[in-house]
């Protein structure tokens, strides 16, 4: 599946603003196809350790206690050109710099409350896949 996934989270921001209806419909329109998916809350321990590699930055802390905030919909998304192809979708962090018609455009309220995260390459794609999920969850 390598290269043909990307994880995507609907943020707690979005979740708590009933959009996620609305978004997993713009990824359906898209053309990719749900492999797995769930409703779930991380907590403080699991959010910092999805978001280690940013451990060093500024924003660190507030962004794990963003994401242990409330609930979740974590999902693994199929296309070919998945990553480039779902970023493209989702728009610039910043929602202000993104393209209209994206999901952070519509959805997104600020950048670190921006509506979804998407995985950023091919190898962490699959890394964030298999954080959330086990094999037996994805059906490609």
Same mark, same amino acid.
């Given at each position: #599946?390598?290269?043909?996934?990307?994880?995507?989270?609907?943020?707690?921001?979005?979740?708590?603003?009933?959009?996620?209806?609305?978004?997993?419909? #713009?990824?359906?329109?898209?053309?990719?196809?749900?492999?797995?998916?769930?409703?779930?809350?991380?907590?403080?321990?699991?959010?910092?350790?999805?978001?280690?590699?940013?451990?060093? $930055?500024?924003?660190?802390?507030?962004?794990?206690?963003?994401?242990?905030?409330?609930?979740?919909?974590?999902?693994?998304?199929?296309?070919?050109?998945?990553?480039?192809?779902? $970023?493209?979708?989702?728009?610039?962090?910043?929602?202000?710099?993104?393209?209209?018609?994206?999901? $952070?455009?519509?959805?997104?309220?600020?950048?670190?409350?921006?509506?979804?995260?998407?995985?950023?390459?091919?190898?962490?794609?699959?890394?964030?896949?298999?954080?959330?999920?086990?094999?037996?969850?994805?059906?490609?």
């Amino acid at each position: #599946m390598a290269g043909n996934i990307t994880l995507t989270m609907i943020k707690p921001d979005a979740v708590k603003a009933n959009n996620i209806g609305n978004i997993l419909q #713009m990824i359906n329109k898209a053309g990719f196809k749900i492999v797995a998916m769930k409703y779930t809350q991380l907590s403080k321990a699991k959010a910092g350790e999805f978001y280690e590699v940013h451990k060093e $930055r500024p924003f660190y802390g507030e962004l794990v206690d963003f994401m242990s905030s409330g609930p979740i919909v974590a999902a693994v998304l199929q296309k070919e050109n998945a990553v480039e192809d779902f $970023r493209t979708l989702i728009g610039a962090t910043n929602p202000a710099e993104a393209a209209e018609g994206t999901v $952070r455009k519509l959805y997104a309220t600020s950048i670190g409350e921006n509506a979804v995260h998407g995985s950023d390459s091919d190898e962490n794609a699959l890394i964030e896949a298999n954080f959330h999920f086990a094999a037996t969850e994805m059906h490609a």
